[in-house]
């Protein structure tokens, strides 16, 4: 028999996320918990910034995957400033 076993308790539930029915544990997954932690913990909006503001890479490229960024607007993260 398939399912997910509650650490609490040894029961088996067959879906999650579900409560334990034994016990109530809340039983969810990694993935669930991934997709939803952004909601506790929101990235603060960016500050847009005249052009001649700031260092000149703002704005022409990501600093996390390198993708090319248009040229209208130019953004900075209020706590590093880049």
Same mark, same amino acid.
């Given at each position: /028999?398939?399912?997910? @076993?509650?650490?609490?308790?040894?029961?088996?539930?067959?879906?999650?996320? =579900?409560?334990?029915?034994? #016990? !109530?544990?809340?039983?969810?997954?990694?993935?669930?918990?991934?997709?939803?932690?952004?909601? /506790?913990?929101?990235? @603060?909006?960016?500050?847009?910034?005249?052009?001649?503001?700031?260092?000149? =890479?703002?704005?022409?490229? #990501? !600093?996390?995957?390198?993708?090319?960024?248009?040229?209208?607007?130019?953004?900075?993260?209020?706590?590093?400033?880049?």
């Amino acid at each position: /028999l398939g399912g997910w @076993q509650c650490p609490r308790c040894m029961d088996v539930v067959k879906e999650i996320p =579900a409560d334990c029915g034994l #016990c !109530g544990l809340k039983l969810l997954s990694s993935s669930h918990l991934a997709r939803s932690y952004h909601h /506790l913990f929101p990235v @603060q909006s960016f500050q847009e910034v005249e052009d001649g503001e700031g260092s000149d =890479a703002i704005g022409t490229a #990501c !600093g996390g995957c390198g993708v090319l960024l248009g040229k209208e607007t130019k953004h900075v993260c209020p706590s590093c400033r880049q």
